[in-house]
Each structure stands twice: as structure tokens, then as C-alpha cells.
């Protein structure tokens, strides 16, 4: 349980980690297979941990095979998993899923292997037999996210930081600023973790504090020398208010680096827009994801007015912060004409950058279920 480690037990758990654990992420102009095998090769794994996406699942399942050829036990993580437990403990390649939060049940794996001890117990873990019977636990309580240790990137290869942002390459290090969202939205997974969570009384949506958050953007900095910071969190300004000033506060007098990060259209107003800019912000992301205000609050559950949607991106116009919109097409049941309320909406509003995507059903999501 990493909330139940000493300070000293997480420091020698990150020093037995230096020469235990290897990232693996394929390169862009090399051959990902051939990179897994020559790692596996050189560093002999005894556990493969992968996170999986439900597009990126037939890519997994050849990397699982390559490592299960080799009997090496494989564990499938992250939001697929999650979801559809029961059909990715299916392949044969895969030995155990991990389901929901996997920083407890992957550190006690680690330690109950390295001890040569039973995990067939261990919260969150579907566990394959060898007469194929599945052990099915149940998810274990959510780590407390101001205390995790910091996360050690330098498992990664250092050229994974560099990364285009406006015509530049920056050394770009995301952080991670709240785990989950509290909104409804009907094609996103983030709803059905909070669900999930509240089978056990536990609330899945937390933030880290302000000050958290500086120490670990220090660390970054001091470490791995980022000179971009990448807030990863669903919705910026879902953390709570008194977070917000306490980190427009803190930011500019101890960091000061140029910052992306996304929120809701209706999130932003002018005194977060005056806050943002004196904290540096770089860029923002905006989910407008439909344009016909009654689609979008039946069909999607985001109520909002497309004036609101507008007037939060003049604010943002104002103060001269490029924003990049996303859109989504191709909704169940979507016409001509409503893709067209949505092209419409784009035009009303000025922005850097405009991205539209195709939808996808994800399990995991209200909208799968239709
Ligand atoms: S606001 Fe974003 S992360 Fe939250 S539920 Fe909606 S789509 Fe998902």
C-alpha cells in the first residue's frame, strides 16, 4: 500500500526501481518490435505492465504475445482494461488485468514476486490460474495523490520530453494536476470511473494542492530541466477555487514557465483569464465537442449556451491566449445539419487552432450503451 510506506520504505522502493524497472515506448523511426525483443533481451523482464487504450488494444496484444512467448507474465492496465476486464483477460497473452487505479496493485505484485509470495489476493487484480479459472478481486481504495512519490522519468528515454508547441520544440514535462473529472459527458470514460469508485464509498475525482504542485513542477525542473509545463488534468478549473488563486499566487514568483492545459468553455471567466496570464499561460484547450446547444445537453450532458461558449473565447481573444478548440463528428443519431450547427459554431469564434475528431464508442462510456 503505498500510502501505508515510510518516506524510507518509497526511497528504496525508487532505488530498487533504478534497476528494476525499464520504459518502454516505441520510437518513431525504428521498428517497435524489433526495440521490445533487443530490450528483452538485454534487460530479461520478469513482469511486461502495459496500459492500454481501447484503439491501441490489437497493438498491445502483439507486444503481450511477444512476451508470453517468452514466459514472461503480462499484466493489462489502464482505461480498456478497466472496462472490458473480461475481454482482455480472454487472450491468452495476458496472465493478469489490472482494474481501476493500478499504483497500489502493481507495487504490491512487484513486491509480492520479488518475495516469491502468492498475489492471487491483491485488490484490483483479475488473476489467470493455470487451469484457467479467473480470481476476480475486488478494486482496493484510491491512493492519495499529495502523497505519491514524484514520478521518475528518467525510466524514459530523455528525447520522449521534446515536443512541438507553437512552431517551437520545448522540453515539454506533464503534470499531473487532478485524477478523474466530475462532469457527466456521455462519450467520455471519466463518468463511469467515478461510478466505479462509488461502489466502494470513494470519491475518484481528486486535486493536488497548490503547493504540491509547485514541488513537484520544481523537481521537474531541477531533474529533467522542462522548460514547458504540460498541466495534465480533464478540466483545469475543476480543482477547487481556493487551489486556483493559491497556485496563481505561487506560480509566477516560483516558476514563471510558459503552460498549456485544457478546461470547459463555461470554466473560464474574466478574472481567471487576468489570473492565467500573469501566471504565463501559453496555450489553452477548449472542448466545444458539439455546436447545437440542445444536442449537446441531451445527447452529450454538457449544458451550456453557445453564448457562453462564445463570450469565454472572446475573453481568451482578448487577452491574446491562442486557443485550440476540439470538436467531435459523427455522434449516434448526429445529421447532416447538426454537423453543421457545430462547423457554424467554429465559425462564430476566432482560435489558433481547430480540431476535429471522428466519434468513437468506447466501452466504458453512457454513450456505448445505446
Ligand atoms: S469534461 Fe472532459 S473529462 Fe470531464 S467528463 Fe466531460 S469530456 Fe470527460
Redesign the pocket.
Known sequence: DMEALSNEEIASFNQLKKSTLQAFSPAKNTNAMEDFCSLLEEFKPDLIALSILEDTFPIALDFAEEAHRREITVIAGGIHPTFSPEVVIKEKCVDIVCVGEGENALLSLCKAMIANESYENIPNLWIKCLDDKIIKNQIGPLVNVNELPYPDYHIFSPDRFYRPMQGKILRILPIEMHRG?P???T??E??SLNVLYKTIGENYHRAKTARRLIDEIKYFIDEFEANYIYFNA??FFAMPQKYFFELADLYPKEIGLPFWLQT?PETITEERVRLLKQMNVSNINI?LEHGNEEFRARVLK?KMANKRIIDSLKLLQNADIPVTVNNIMGYPDETRELIFDTIELNREISTATINAYLYNPYKGTELYDL
Open positions: 473529472c462532469y457527466q459527458c462519450f467520455c471519466d463518468p480533464e478540466t470547459r472542448g454538457r
